[in-house]
Structures are given as structure tokens and as C-alpha cells.
């Protein structure tokens, strides 16, 4: 079972499962702040079995998984960037440090992951992110009307359109994915 929450125009209703009004965590609850004052339609989902990868997200969302933005944090020269990826690919860092002028990428551990996003790996929404420095996005992802999105916690996930994703995470559109073999 899974419950939502939509949200438009800063307006929150609250999650509920089996018929009981849910707290939302606190990084969900950061993400739904955001959300909520962004004029943007979005829904937050519940999922409680979670979603830990791209692949079983999709499926539990009823999606495609290149559907599925995987927000991924790189250590580019000492600075944060965070690459938004479609989850049927994978991120090139060569790539990802040109785009930001560095001399390379290193994906983030889970550690500094959470350090730099204020979100557990795995868990990373696109935004708020006020450590971040830069957040790119592959052009894959803006082929799709709607997009999903870690939203918090391994069980929250939003829905929202690729165009808004970009507005709302100030991302810079770019080719990010290894070349398909």
C-alpha cells in the first residue's frame, strides 16, 4: 500500500496510511516545505517497503526506470555537485567535472553524501540543497512529461514534471551519461 500527499500552490495535505494521518520525517518534511512554496503540482508518495534502487522504484511507482531521477553527489575539486540522472543510466564523471571546470569527479560517500546534502544516500531529493554548488541534469530526463524523485527518506518519493525539476533545482541541462555501448 502506498499513500500521497499533493501538493499546489504551498498548499500540504498530510500523508496517511491504512486510514491514519502519518509525520512526515524531517527531510521529507524539509522537501515538502520547499514543494509546498514552490507553485509547483507535485505529489509525495509513501512507499513503505521503500525504494533503495532506481530499478525497484520504477516498479513500485508504475513507472519506466528511465523515469526514475537518481540525484547523485560528486566531490568535483572540493566542491558539492549534485548530477540528476535517469535511472536506466549511468553518470560519466569525466563529464561531470568538465561541465563544472574541475579536473575530476568523485562520486560522494554515503558520509559526505549526507554531510553536503543534509539527506541519507539514497534518499537525495533535488532540492533544497543550500551546500550544493551546482546541479547539472541529463537532457534524457527532460524527454519525459513526469519525472520521480527521491523525496527525503528511502520512502518517500515525488512526482513532478521534468520542467519543474529543472526550475526548482536550478539545474543546467547537459549531456551526463557514460556513452551507451
Known sequence: MRSSSLLK???SVSLTLNGMARTLPDAV??????LGQSGAEVRIEEFPAGTPTAAEAARAVGC??????????????????????????RADPAKIAAAVGASRARIASPEEVERATGFAAGAVAPFPLPRIERVLVDHGLLAHKRVWVGAGSPRHMAVLSSADLVRLAR???????ETAA
Request: aromatic letters at 8%.
Open 9 to 11: 500552490g504551498g498548499v
Open 29 to 34: 518534511e524539509r522537501v515538502s516545505a520547499f
Open 64 to 89: 519506466k526506470l528511465a523515469q526514475i531521477v537518481k540525484s547523485l553527489v560528486f566531490d568535483c575539486d572540493g566542491r558539492w555537485v549534485v548530477a540528476l540522472i535517469p535511472g536506466d543510466r
Open 171 to 177: 539545474a543546467r541541462p547537459m549531456d551526463a551519461v
